[in-house]
């Protein structure tokens, strides 16, 4: 009660108190007027003053706002190491937030580090960052032993504001020393005041025009690629392509890719997808689909643009008229024929969003769709959002689609509906949710990625996230959620249920045990039900910057989708991550599977006995070393790995080298290696690694560049 009270002061006193006034010069200004220094501590949350001063100064040089922070140091400082770009490291850092739209709810993030590697990306309304932004700001750092300086130049010709004078904007400037986890802000700001968190700003006042960036950047690119397994190179039109940026206005930015390339984009990890009722979703990152995705307000179920496998044309564009934020996106994808087979269709995907905020109430309209010559996937996708006060959020989502496929067996009109609707209450520590889903049977989203259907679902699930502690155990966190599905089907009804249970302590020095538990009923495909359970404890060790290791023992009762019936599973994964002498970066991950179900299984699925085999003790291993010397060079090189048994095949494993230059400010070289193999002959005392067949090997070298 009483810090929702001085949180309500505080609001107040911020909305009547006349913004900070941003001096205008070229030389620093370090004066009383444009100077923060009341930073408090929000992390561990107790607004308790700084013990290490910062103080912090804004100035304005025309089209550039400058921040130069003084942060006092001692013997816990962190220096941390060099580091790929938007790559968060172990280290002391300070951070700028820039609410440039103070209407809207997202703000740009700058972080700065002492050895000068860049992080910058967008805070959205749910409190996440999105770095996958990225912008042309830059900073110096220095320090001795007793102070650490840092000036941040941001240029702001770029960024998204009312071209009206003057420039009424907000900003947070944060400090966080990593030795002991603690974050410092000015004002007080807490992930935890969600929408509130963008009205605690301190307001700047901008007296002078900021010249808008060029209209048109061109992004040329070459890229020659050479089959090690054929011994051919290529060079056709593929091999070249172009993207152009255009910013026709300081609200509206509009990106076109002819032919847009992703060869330095390194391959998925392994994972254990060898027992899943529906495809894996594999998180996309390719950059030219995650930059600027969540103005979209669409969510993986109906837009998930790893379904565009290899586009040779797209564009995208987002932007602001009013209180309505705008999203354009287009792709054709390219057709793909092996041995007179197709195995990607040249389908067109095409995404448009409108999100209007009206004070407490967000209402976004999206439609999806997909097309090619006698098929098409439309789909509505509506997200309504009240916030009725600070505690009580209430979020309705819909869907409605449409299918015809002149080519399937079928080929009636499809439609199809979901209904999601959810309460959200979050007093204090808590946050507690109300959901209900509604899925027909006949809803497609072929441009997402959408399974489960002919349901319905209700669901109700609490957490706690307590304040810090000050004593042997730092932090504790608790989850809990009942989740009740209905499952229709020509025959009746299967009602599904499951509980879900976490407890999450932490120790010092940063020792962290997390308990995870699971409880309920599942159906096989011949509506029988049966009982599952799982039990997972990790325990993580993260106090060193040169060590970090965890390890995460599960045991669980699971269904076994091939076999339609539910045996036990003992797994035990490991990872091990670090730097070695500052530059060098390792990651390792070993999850090793052992199930209790036979090798060989006869099994009849009604057309008589069938034997079934699967493979019921394997490893699926990750493994990555990065050298960076310093922030333009990059070496990276890693493998995957599964021993999963099947079909004459043993394990699959693949690896990967790539070394990235930027000889100048986005002016990049690129040369790889990837290669992919699979084991046809088991291993033996005489083999241990027993033979491994090349599937695919490649070399390429690729040259981006800005104009």
Known sequence: M??????????????????????????????????????????????????????????????????HFSCIIDESFIPGYPANRDEGIKADNVRVQLATLPDDYFAYTFLAYPCGHLIDGIRREDMSIDYKWDSKYSYQSSYNDSTWSVTFTIPLGALRFKNSLPYRWKVILSRYNYTNRENFSSPYASIKQKRDYFKSMHEIILTHPVKRDQNIVFKPYFVKNYDLLNKTESFDPDMVGLDITLNPSQQTRIKVSLNPDFSDVPPDNAQDIYNTDVPVLYEESRFFFTEDIDAFGLDSTVFHSRNINKPSFAFKGTGKIGTTKWGLLGALDKGLVQDGAIINYDDYFHVLSLISDFSNISLGNATVSRVNKGYYNHLYNGNYQFQFNNYLNLQTKVIGSIRKDSYAVDRSLKKGYQVTCNVNYYPGGFDNTLTYQRTSKDIFAEAGHLFYKDRQSYGISSSWNPKPRYGFIKQTRSFLSLDVSDWFHDSGIDTEYAIYGTFAIEFKPEIQNSLKAAYGSIYDDYHKEHKYYEAYNTLSFNRWIEFNLSFTLRRAHTMIYALNDTYDLNNLTTYLSGTIERNYYYSFQWSLMDYQYPKENVLDYGNGPVTVNLDNQYSVINAKLQYTPNLSLRFTTGLTYSSYESQGVYSQLSYYANLRYEFKRDYYIYVGYKSA??????STNSDYFGHFIKNSASIYFKVSVSL
Not at 55 to 63: H, I, S, V, Y
Not at 677 to 682: H, K, R
């Open 2 to 67: 009483r810090r929702a009270l001085l949180s309500l002061i505080l609001l107040v006193f911020i909305n009547f108190v006349k913004g900070i006034e941003i001096p205008l010069s070229k030389q620093a200004v370090l004066e009383d007027r444009n100077l923060i220094s009341d930073f408090v501590r929000v992390d561990p949350d107790d607004s308790n003053p700084e013990t290490l001063l910062t103080k912090a100064w804004l100035w304005q040089d025309e089209d550039n706002l400058f921040i």
């Open 677 to 682: 193999q699979t084991q046809d002959a088991a």
